[in-house]
Each structure stands twice: as C-alpha cells, then as structure tokens.
C-alpha cells in the first residue's frame, strides 16, 4: 500500500527524516504522533507529491486513491452540499459527461453513462452527502447556504465532509477534530471504524486516537518507529522501552568508562599495550546505545490571585445573548475549587455564556454579581487570533505587570517552553503552537481566582495539552471548561453542565454516557441553526432584531459598538504588522518559503473578520438610529 525506502527530508536547514524505512498495508489504521514541527505534515506533502525527498523514495501502490483534507475553502456562491459532493470526482465527471450527453440528444451514450453512475452509487450521492453534513453538525435548512456564508470553524467541517465524501483506498487526516464539538467528534470516531480502507491519522487527541486506530507512527529523533496497538498502549510500551533504554545507556557508560580509563592508563605501557589495543578495537566495534533525549515535558501553573471571595460569580435569572435570547433563566454560582465542563453541540450558548461571565456580552435580563475580589483569567477560542503579533513575549507579560523584573519574566517564560531569542522574538514568526502557548502564558500571568477556558487545546502538542491539565488540577480557583478534548475534560472536571434548547443543566453523567446518548440519536434530524452562535467573531455579520426602543437595549448596543471598535482597532493593528511582513522580499526568495502561506492565510483570516465586523457595526448603528 505504502512504504518509505531509506527516506530523508530537509525543510531548509532542518532535517526532518532521516533514512526512514516503513511500510504501512492495505487496510491498516495508523495514527502518525510526534511533537509540534517535527515533520508529519511535511510527510503529508511526500505522500501527495507536493515535496521532493532528499533521499530515498515513498513508493504508492498502483491506481491508489488518495483523500486529504483541503486547507482552504474557497468564498463562493456553491451551496454547501454540492461543495461536499464535489468531493467524489469520478462521479462528477461522468455527471458532467451525462449532462453534455442530454444536451446534445446523445441517446446512445446516455445508456452508458447512466450505468456509470450507477457502478460509482451516484444515485445515493446526496443522501450520503446529507448524512456526512449532518454528522458532522449542520442542519438541513443550511445544506443550500452559499460557501461565503459559513464562518472559519464551519468551512474546516465541510473540507471533512468533501473529504469523507471522496471514495479513497488511503484517507490522510491532519488534524480533523480542531473545530469540531464533541457530537461531530464521536461521530467522526463511528465513521473512521467503519472506513474500510488505510488510514494515517494525525491527531494530538490520545481518545480519538484511541478511537480510531490500531497502529501508533511515532516521530522523534529523525525517525519514525511502528508501534501495534492504540495510543494508549504506545504510551506503555514506550515509557517501558525509555526505561529499559536508560537502564543500557548507563550500564553501556559504565563499560565504556572503564575500557577508556584503561587505554588511558596503560596504552603506552609496553607489558599493557596489547591489552589496551585490544580495547581501542572493541570500542570502534560497540554498537552505542543512544542516550534518551526526549523533549523535556512541560511544566506550568497558574498565577493565582492572593485572595478568593465564596462565591466568586453568580447569574441570577439571566437572560444571555447578543440581539435575541440565546439562553434564559440562568441561576449559576461558581466557587473556588469548582471544576465544571459544558456539553452541548456548537451553536448552543457555551461561548455565549462563558462571555456573559467574563463581562465582554452583556446580559439582556438578570443580574451578574461579581465576588469582592473576583478576578478572571480567560481564553477565548480566538485567544490566538487576538495576540498582537508585533510584540515579543516578554513586552506582553511586561504590558500586563510593569512592575515585574526581567528576570521572574523570563524564568516564567521559559515553564512555556520560551527561552533564548524566542523570549524577545515577535509573535507573527510563531508557529500555531507557540501563539497557543504564548495566550494561556497570558492568561496565567493575569493572577486569576476564576478560569473560563474556551477551547484552549487548539494548537498544543500532547506534552503541552499534558502540562496544562496538571496545571489546571493544581489551580485553586475555580474553573469553567469548553473543550472537544475528552481526555482534559475527564482528567480535569468534576461535573458537567448540558447547554441546549436555550437552558443550562446539571448533566448526570460521564462523556461516556454522553457519546451513548448521541448515538442513540437519528442520524437525518431537523436541528436548530447549524452555524455558530452569533459573535464578534463570527465572518457572518448578525442582523440587528426590530428596534427596541426602551433605555436597556440601547445601552447594550452602545457596549456592543464600543467592544467593536476596540477589537477593529486591534485587527487592523495586526493587519498592518502581517502587510509590513509580507513586504519583506526574503518570503519570495524562496519559492517553498515556510512562512509566506502562513502570512497570506493571516492575511486573509484578517480581512474577513474586519469586514465582518465592520458590517455588524452598521447594522447596530442602524439600530441605535432608529430606535432614538
């Protein structure tokens, strides 16, 4: 099916692989790990042909259909569920052949075509289309929406569902559950088991992993080593292997200490010379046990404010949303010590309420009532997006405490994995999982009692994702999580509550009972709207409800301007600071330069939520206007 002979890469100076030889067989399902920038995506590439090998070759079988994820979806009028059928281009092709064919009268040909179709299941494409859609989170009222109209979260999902869609004997996922709640990403699980063909997964989530695959690719060292079983039981077996590795290593020093003290000591002495020789010779001949070097694991904890208040946070009778109710009749307080995940699908109200307790939404009815000494630390699902990228690590932290030396500074830095230059170097240089990191440093160094994590996985590497649960397990504060991460929600949280139908509940329960819940669901169902919940961040821009003339909701109209004004004020500072990137001609010395598509895509992510933004802060003065 696949395999590597003797393979090496280099992207510019850094070698990703060297002299790798693997095979992968038909039918296998693997999950291909390793740290941030070690290389799997750049493996991705080899396998498509969109890179050269610097040795060695990648050899596919013969006729071999290949299905991978795009990265972009295009901004088009297409209805949603003809981009997703675009997917299976055999059967698109003779579409549009079957379609030349009645236009010219070409019975004949007709006949055969149609038994085309029919050899590829076209006849069932648009029901197999709807059932991967709607997997995957949308409803059916949106399957005719244009392209333009799905924000960022929701185009990745239809490139998985075009990508699902494409009949394929090798599936290449890279990262497919970023984006996804965890309804899609249960869903997601039960179709990649019934994937009858090889898959190479991947993924920083050890349970979909687990869910997913029977073989673990782990990349480290410039190698590539083929575990049998799931992640979890790579994870055994390589603690066990590092151990025994170690437990050589030193017994191998030992031995070699001794042979060198011994040539030292006596190879010029006539009576120990031929000893000593004998020596040199059976050093050149031993086979080294590689010392372990494995990347040192994080460790970080959460700045923690000196003082608590019992209740930190409380919703009385709220009503939360933006210009209409998104959930009603809230009576929530949080406490220190609280641990608390919601569930529900996107577009339910999670967000909605995590910014209704930091402050930034408003409350439409009720009361929000702040302990003495509330102080919160959140991260917004866009947390990466809101960095100012023309500032260093250090400049931030020092922006947020003047007060503190350079010295604490940096030692906290560097619990995130930030030293050496990386600690002064701008932020639009980052990789994703450096910004990741560089946000929860952030939010950490703000000395919060009350934690709201929305979505704070996206972009971290195992270690990390690692380090931050133990970080989360040692904080003292309270703690409100949104994540599509089950293994931080289980090894984190104490309780659940369920966001959905417009109400907050207590879910009695574990996320296994909550997987079997959404099984037992129909498949094809009528759902609410399938596009996220509206926000600043959205790319559609709201629509402003009937005016409202009464004092409250022009009030909350004018926070709404003003909490937009600001953000465009930041977006546009960072589009200026990515355009003044771009102008720099070393990205376009080099026609495979790393960092120009990541600039451009920047660029581009940029563009769309000013515009959206802009759009929604017409709408509201329209509303404001009209309503004086």
Known sequence: MLSF???????????????????????QKVGLIGANGIGKTSLFKLILGELDSDQGQVDLSRGLRIAHMAQELPAETTPAIDYVLSGDEALNRVQQQLTDAE???QYDRIGKLFE?????????????????????????????????SFSGGWRVRLNLARTLMKPSDLLLLDEP?????????????????????????????????????????????????????????????????????????????TSIKHMEDFIRRFRYKDSKAKQAQSRIK???????????????????????????????????????????????????????????????????GKSTLIKSLTGDLPLINGERVEGLHLKVGYFSQHQVDDLDLSKSPISQLQQIDPSASELKIRTFLGSFNFSGDRVDASAIHFSGGEKARLALAIVSFTQPNLLLLDEPTNHLDMEMRQALATAMNAFH?????ISHDRYLLGSTVERFLLVEHGAVTSFEGNLSDYGAGLASEPKIKPTQSSKPESSANDSVPLKSAAP????KRNRQIATRIRTIDSRLTRLNEKRKAVEEALSD?????????????????????????????????????DELETSV
């Not at 709807?130 to 949106?142: H, I, N, P």
């Not at 410039?222 to 030193?250: C, H, P, V």
């Open 5 to 27: 002979q003797n393979l090496s890469l280099r992207r510019g100076p850094l070698l990703l692989i060297d002299q790798v030889s693997l095979t992968i067989y038909a039918g």
């Open 103 to 105: 236009n010219n009268e």
């Open 116 to 148: 085309q179709v029919t050899d590829l299941d076209g006849f069932s494409a648009k029901a197999r289309a709807a059932q991967l859609m709607v997997g995957l989170g949308f409803s059916e009222s949106t399957f005719d929406d244009p392209l333009a």
């Open 177 to 253: 559950t970023n984006h996804l709640d965890l309804d899609a990403i249960f869903w997601l699980a039960g179709w990649i088991q019934n994937y009858q063909g090889t898959l190479l997964l991947i993924s920083h989530d050890r349970e979909f992993l687990d869910d997913c695959v029977g073989y673990i690719a782990h990349m480290s060292n410039q190698s590539i080593t083929l575990y049998s079983g799931n992640y979890s039981g790579f994870e055994t077996l390589r603690a066990e292997q590092l151990k025994d590795q170690a437990r050589q290593f030193e017994k191998q020093q």
């Open 282 to 348: 059976a050093l050149e001949r031993l086979d080294r046990v590689a010392a372990v070097h494995e990347a040192s694991p994080f460790r970080f904890s959460f700045r923690e404010s000196a003082k608590q208040s019992d209740p930190l946070i409380s919703l009385q009778d709220a009503t939360l949303g933006y210009t209409s109710p998104v959930l009603s009749n809230i009576n929530l307080s949080f406490a220190p010590g609280d641990r608390l995940g919601l569930l529900g699908v996107n577009g339910a």
């Open 477 to 481: 504060g309270a703690i409100v999580l």
């Open 548 to 551: 409202q003339k009464n004092h």
């Open 585 to 621: 001609p070393e990205h376009y010395s080099d026609s495979s330069s790393p960092t120009l598509q990541p600039l451009l895509r920047d660029q581009q992510a940029l563009i769309e939520q000013i515009e959206a933004l802009e759009e929604e802060w017409l709408n509201l003065e």
